[in-house]
């Protein structure tokens, strides 16, 4: 069965299951008590609650959903079914002409230097009517030309991305991710222009990524001083941008017809919603909803993804070892970024040891009673990286397994 997020009535009789971890995680380990890890489950209420509350928190403004964060190709679909969700924000080409076969809106993410995937996007004027290309410097026009010159080809589409970095007061300094060096709106309009002038080329969109601001916590327990300042460096960066995304999409639509301006991500689908220069917000992580979401202030998703790892060892009696574990995110190295054990309740890792790529050894209150055999239910940190490691999802709906669902992997692809 195709998976279906339509929205179904909650009464206060029927309130969301994940709000009692004891009965949520005990229905999941039930329905899949047949099942022998390492597997993931997608839990279909969780999953809907999360499409809906992100369509919401945008407020009118549709959400382009960012691959990368999901990798399965049947939630792609089932998002994009709902009003609300338009296109695909995909992080490679050779992806985004796969998705290209049966989507007719792809934006890809990133530049790219894949010759042979260039070659094939100039090829076809469907793919090149579907996809857009990412684009901050002359040389990726270059680039492009290199594989196939614009007299042999048929146009391509491509998006200007804009640095959506706040250079902060001193000590703090540059704040966000290293993407595209277009900061100011004169150097957007001067690429915009550029752009514009070269034969072969159709400029329709334009991206701004503020992760500085969608993609930190700002409501961890216990780190009252940290996140107080995250929510300074918030507002102060949203304002910031506000003005400067404004001007230079102001400037940038004096040379070209844009279709889309893409801003935003999970975490500041409310902030990025309120910018009138912004017409769609790339989002995709918080359907899943890892661990990371968890500690924002904005919004409560539900734990849509998890998945089962097997007790192996008993190295001591208070103690258990599961196989595998070390699913760990991307971002600067640290405890934040590996998996956690939800259940049984009370499971930490070791200090000196945490998750590993072969083992995870855990104490805690509940590891004197896991035995050989049992499992230990973890949640991820983000998102993609449990569609990295799993063929397919199980899909769990009450007490039952409804679907299996498989990922990029499961379909055979691994884009990077």
Request: charged share 25%; proline share 7%; aromatic share 6%.
């Amino acid at each position: 069965m195709a998976i279906s997020l339509t929205a179904h009535e909650r009464t206060s009789a029927s309130p969301a299951p994940w709000r009692s971890p004891e009965k949520y995680w005990s229905s999941i380990d039930n329905a899949t008590a047949g099942e022998d890890p390492p597997f993931g489950v997608l839990h279909i209420d969780a999953l809907r609650f999360n499409a809906h509350d992100m369509i919401r928190r945008a407020a009118g403004t549709p959400i382009r959903i960012a691959s990368k964060s999901v990798r399965v190709r049947s939630v792609l679909d089932a998002a994009l079914s709902l009003p609300g969700f338009e296109g695909v924000l995909a992080y490679t080409l050779p992806e985004a002409l796969w998705l290209a076969e049966s989507i007719d809106d792809v934006v890809v993410g990133y530049p790219t230097a894949d010759r042979a995937a260039i070659a094939q996007l100039a090829a076809s004027e469907t793919l090149a009517s579907r996809v857009t290309l990412m684009v901050d410097s002359a040389e990726h026009l270059d680039a492009i030309d290199a594989v196939v010159p614009a007299d042999k080809r048929t146009v391509i589409r491509v998006c200007l991305e804009l640095d959506a970095s706040w250079n902060a007061p001193p000590p703090l300094g540059r704040l966000g991710t290293w993407r595209s060096p277009i900061h100011s709106p004169q150097a957007a309009r001067s690429l915009a222009e550029y752009i514009v002038s070269r034969p072969g080329f159709e400029l329709v969109g334009m991206m701004a990524y503020e992760g500085q601001i969608a993609g930190v916590p700002d409501r961890e327990p216990g780190k009252a001083a940290m996140n107080a300042l995250v929510g300074w460096v918030k507002r102060q960066s949203r304002a910031e941008l506000a003005e400067r995304r404004g001007e230079a999409v102001a400037l940038v639509r004096e040379i070209a017809d844009l279709r889309f301006v893409n801003g935003g991500g999970t975490g500041s689908l409310e902030s990025t919603s309120h910018d009138d220069s912004v017409t769609e917000i790339a989002a995709g992580s918080g359907l899943f909803a890892g661990h990371l979401f968890d500690g924002f202030r904005a919004f409560d998703p539900a734990p849509a993804a998890s998945f089962a790892l097997s007790v192996v060892r008993k190295p001591r009696a208070d103690m258990a070892t599961i196989l595998g574990g070390g699913w760990i995110a991307s971002g600067p190295p640290g405890v934040e970024r590996l998996p956690k054990p939800v259940w049984p309740e009370g499971l930490r890792m070791m200090p000196r040891e945490m998750a590993g790529e072969v083992q995870t050894p855990v104490e805690g209150v509940s590891a004197a009673r896991l035995a050989i055999g049992d499992r230990v239910w973890l949640r991820h940190n983000k998102s993609g990286e449990l569609s990295e490691r799993l063929g397919e999802f199980l899909v769990v709906d009450g007490d039952s397994i409804v679907d299996r669902v498989p990922t990029y992997r499961g379909e055979g692809k691994a884009f990077l």
